[in-house]
Nanobody, 115 residues
Framework: QVQLVESGGGLVQPGGSLRLSCAASGSIPSIFGMTWHRQVPGKQREWVAGISSGGSTHYADSVKGRFTISRDAAKNTLYLEMNTVKPEDTAVYYC?????????WGQGTQVTVSS
């Protein structure tokens, strides 16, 4: 099976930067997608960004221009570079890898944007 290990969450000031990482291990096919999601209490999970095995990237409007998703294929690690963060970016961030009918989630990491 697949395991995802997240790291990088924490407290950051508005306007600051933070990088999240998610290391994947296990049996992963050639075609897959990796995504970042976030969730706050009482709110529906929100898709943030995604990257395909071919390198195509997509972003939610709320983070477009501020966040960058990337992947280090050699390390099987997904990254989310968060720049110019806002208080509304505060959430638990989760990484996910998926293909066909399968999906695997990371444990989640708290990001708090506050002065």
């Amino acid at each position: 099976q697949v395991q995802l290990v997240e790291s990088g969450g924490g407290l950051v000031q508005p306007g600051g930067s933070l990088r999240l990482s998610c290391a994947a291990s296990g049996s992963i096919p050639s075609i897959f997608g990796m995504t970042w999601h976030r969730q706050v209490p009482g709110k529906q999970r929100e898709w943030v960004a995604g990257i395909s095995s071919g390198g195509s990237t997509h972003y939610a409007d709320s983070v477009k221009g501020r966040f960058t998703i990337s992947r280090d294929a050699a390390k099987n690690t997904l990254y989310l570079e968060m720049n110019t963060v806002k208080p509304e970016d505060t959430a638990v961030y989760y990484c996910k890898i998926s293909w066909s009918a399968r999906e695997y989630w990371g444990q989640g990491t708290q990001v708090t944007v506050s002065s």
